[in-house]
């Protein structure tokens, strides 16, 4: 037998209601024998001996000798040998399945074909107190709303916190929140800072957020909350470059696995445009009222997951690289995250970040900031246009680079330094020297 | 156009309700034709036809040997040739000799030449009758198993009528296990409405919020009178009656488990293997996040159904188990 089997108290004749058992016949732990006489049971009439319906290992006893309990009540819990037995109770507890059921189990037994008598309803393990035994629903419920399930009482049989217990946890958790918004604050301010969403209309289709979702709508808001963005950019020539990449890229590709994109010459006019503007590579600690100006360049490079969300692993120490290198780093921390194999200190600690809508053909664009970096850079769409160069007018790589800094940090002057020293790097160092 | 006295009655009985239906479609339609063991002279083993052979006629009313395997194998013939027939077993417990050919050919006819088999299997279902271990089976499960067969089985007087003209109108071959026990006892008053109730579209017989009792024929009543107890007690029940097993109408029944977060399973049939184990392990897959509680079963004992009463009130659930599995189940 492979089901723990409970022994109701028998019906001992057509107008016995309840029954005392005045021997146990087995302790728990016990083996027994199927018909193996198990207690001795009494009534106003007749004492008889209790025959096993199972063969198994006595469990549980769970009313002791010299109590009475109706017809039906739960004696004692037989399973197979090597199951769990609970200690003796002190008490009876009430009946709980039909005293019919109990009756009929001869007639369960009788069948040959049947080994084990049908679990019944009551079947399931027992609770522990302190409501160990969490239900799916509770367990999800209690995650949903971050509830400390130690501090809710349960109502269930034995403590076990049920569905009721937790729901009027989250009422509980609500009230405050709801109490505050119902006194209307003095100072006129408008109506409905969050706006209710539109009830879904017949034929949208409703989706789940993810959790990269819900962290980036986070995150998002809190940064647009904390930092007053302003955005500035400029138009760099990237015909240089451009020229570097037609003549290298297929030998990089070959040689390093990278593909030698506008990126990583943005990335390493970036890294030393941070050493000579060390507040643009900085955080704000508005509480201490201090910026920190960190000594180490560390880049965030945004990586698209498909369009199932974005990362923003980081490439430490990125001013220690060339461009060879940016561009194998690029492509390492990108494969990792689309693989989501990147580890926690992978994406934590960056100092600037760079996010690049060009290779999609975007024209100039605002980010917004990485917390807690004071500004982000995106590299915009390059495509051939033309150009006045000395007198003449020319066809050449042109694209927008922007910046979105936090106005705390710095001002417009210095914005406009940063991305001159950029511009100026992309357009004049000797790339070539870089990658040959 | 009433057919025999009950219908002038001011109540009509599921037992009406069935006779009223069939009678409807045998007008509606000339290709529906009954089929039996004593159908036509005696009126059927239950009366359900009383008065039909001097109304539509010995050809459309047919009596037929003791041979179930032969006649449901004519009508499977019958149905492939263009007629709808509608079989009646006496008993439910006797398709087992029909097997064959509901099976083999009702269930895979059309599956393998495109040609619909439009049969109706009258199956007079299920115990409390004191009739013993072979007048008394829950026969369902047996046949849930095979693909191409659907299964109705009414609960009240109105889907009784309804879900009868929906199987007889209905392509593919349908059994409709008709509640023995329910036949004279369940009553509402006249006239009956003798509109189409369609197939695989579960009712919720009763709203409820803290346990979700899932049944089927006579399990709905049993359920609605558990219900109606322990609403005293403050512990509400909502009640789903399937109508139609298969197709099964899950998407109810999930969304009834996702508001309650508890499930018992009803029915009467033996619980291993009965349509319960199906249905519980359904609830388990969709609904698992959302369940405060084990999806519970109640069902008859593993065993043949007795003839003796005691017994026989024994071995099938009866309406104070229910209760008291619903009350643990929602209580604890």
């Known amino acids: 037998m492979s089901d723990i089997v409970e022994i109701h108290m028998p019906k001992l004749g057509e107008s016995v209601a309840e029954g005392t058992i005045s021997e146990w016949l087995k302790a728990v732990g016990d083996s027994v024998d199927f018909d193996e006489s198990l207690f001795v049971v009494e009534t106003d009439k007749i004492a008889t001996e209790f025959p096993s319906p199972e063969a198994g290992v006595l469990l549980e006893i769970l009313v002791p000798a010299g109590e009475t309990v109706p017809i039906g009540a739960t ?115 408008s109506a409905s800072s969050s706006p209710a969403s539109p009830p879904a209309a017949k034929g949208d289709k409703v989706v789940p957020l993810s959790r990269i979702r819900l962290v980036t709508a986070q995150r998002m808001v809190e940064s647009k909350r904390i930092a007053p963005h302003v955005w500035t950019s400029v138009e760099v020539d990237y015909e240089n470059i451009a020229k570097v990449r037609a003549r290298h890229k297929d030998r990089f590709k070959a040689e390093t696995g990278a593909s030698l994109t506008y990126l990583p010459f943005v990335m390493r006019a970036v890294a030393d445009a941070l050493h000579a503007f060390p507040a643009v590579n900085s955080s704000v600690d508005i509480e201490a009222k201090t910026l920190i100006m960190h000594s180490e360049v560390h880049l965030a490079v945004a990586v698209d997951l498909d369009e199932k969300g974005l990362m923003a692993p980081v490439i430490r120490n990125a001013d220690m690289f060339n461009v060879r290198g940016l561009a194998k780093a690029v492509q390492a921390v990108s494969a990792a995250a689309k693989k989501g194999t990147l580890t926690p200190d992978q994406l934590q600690g960056s100092t600037f970040t760079l996010t690049s809508p060009g290779p999609l053909g975007s024209f100039a664009s605002a980010p917004i900031i990485n917390q807690p970096n004071v500004a982000i850079m995106a590299t915009d769409g390059v495509a051939r246009k033309p150009t006045v160069v000395g007198d003449a007018i020319a066809i050449h790589h042109l694209g927008v680079l922007g910046l979105c800094y936090d106005h705390r940090a710095f001002d417009g002057v210095t914005t406009a330094r940063f991305l001159d020293h950029v511009r100026t790097s992309l357009q004049e160092r000797d790339w070539e020297a870089e990658i040959g | 156009m009433p057919t025999n006295k009950e219908q002038v009655a001011e109540e009509v009985t599921y037992l009406d309700a ?315």
């Not at chain 2, 339609?29 to 001097?54: R, T």
């Not at chain 2, 089985?153 to 008709?178: C, H, K, M, Q, Y």
């Not at chain 2, 109508?243 to 029944?253: A, E, G, Y």
């Not at chain 2, 009463?309 to 929602?330: F, M």
């Open chain 1, 75 to 189: 004696l004692a819990r037989i399973g197979p040998a090597g199951a769990a037995t609970g200690a003796s109770p002190a008490a009876a507890k009430p009946a709980d399945a039909a005293a019919a059921k109990a009756a009929a189990m001869a007639a369960e037994v009788a069948e040959p074909a049947t080994a084990a008598a049908p679990a019944t309803a009551s079947a399931a393990p027992a609770a522990h107190k302190g409501g160990e035994l969490l239900s799916p629903l509770v367990r999800r419920l209690a995650a949903e709303h971050h509830l400390d399930l130690a501090q809710i009482a349960g109502s269930g049989a034995n403590g076990r916190i049920m569905r009721e217990d937790v729901e009027a946890a989250i009422r509980k958790q609500l009230q405050p929140a709801v109490s505050k918004v119902a006194i209307p604050p003095v100072a006129p301010v």
């Open chain 2, 18 to 332: 069935i006779s009223q239906a069939l009678a409807a479609e045998m007008e509606r339609d000339e290709s529906v034709f009954l089929m039996g063991e004593d159908v036509g002279q005696f009126g059927g083993a239950f009366k359900i036809s009383k008065g039909f052979m001097e109304r539509f006629g010995a050809r459309r009313v047919v009596d037929t040997p003791i041979a179930e395997n032969g006649f449901t194998g004519m009508a499977a013939g019958a149905a492939i040739c263009g007629l709808r027939p509608v079989v009646e077993f006496q008993f439910a417990d006797f398709i087992s000799q029909a097997f064959d050919p509901i099976i083999n050919v009702m269930a895979r006819h059309h599956y393998r030449t495109g040609v619909p088999v439009p049969v109706t299997l009258r199956c007079p279902f299920g115990g409390r009758l004191r009739a013993g271990p072979t007048h008394s089976q829950s026969i369902e499960s047996y046949f849930a198993h095979v693909p191409g067969l659907k299964i109705v089985a009414p609960a009240t007087v109105e889907d009784a009528a309804g879900l009868l003209i929906s199987s007889i109108r209905d392509n593919n071959p349908v059994l409709f296990l008709e509640s023995k026990y329910l036949y004279r006892r369940l009553k509402v008053p006249a006239p009956l409405s003798l509109e189409p109730t369609p197939l695989g579209v579960a009712k919720v017989a009763r709203e409820g919020t803290d346990v979700t009792l899932v049944s089927y024929s006579v399990g709905v009543q049993q359920g609605l009178e558990a219900a109606e107890v322990l609403a005293r007690e403050g512990i509400s029940v909502e009640v789903i009656d399937c109508r139609t097993l298969v197709p099964l109408d899950i998407d109810t029944i999930v969304k009834s488990v996702k508001k309650t977060s508890r499930a018992v399973v009803l029915h009467e049939a033996a619980r291993r293997l009965g349509y319960g184990a199906e249905i519980a392990s359904e609830i388990g897959e969709a609904c698992f996040w959302f369940l405060d509680a084990p999806v519970t079963r109640i069902a008859a004992l593993n065993t043949p159904i007795p003839t003796s009463p005691p017994l026989e009130d024994a071995v099938l659930p009866q309406t104070e188990e229910v209760i008291e599995t619903l009350r643990k189940v929602a209580r604890s």
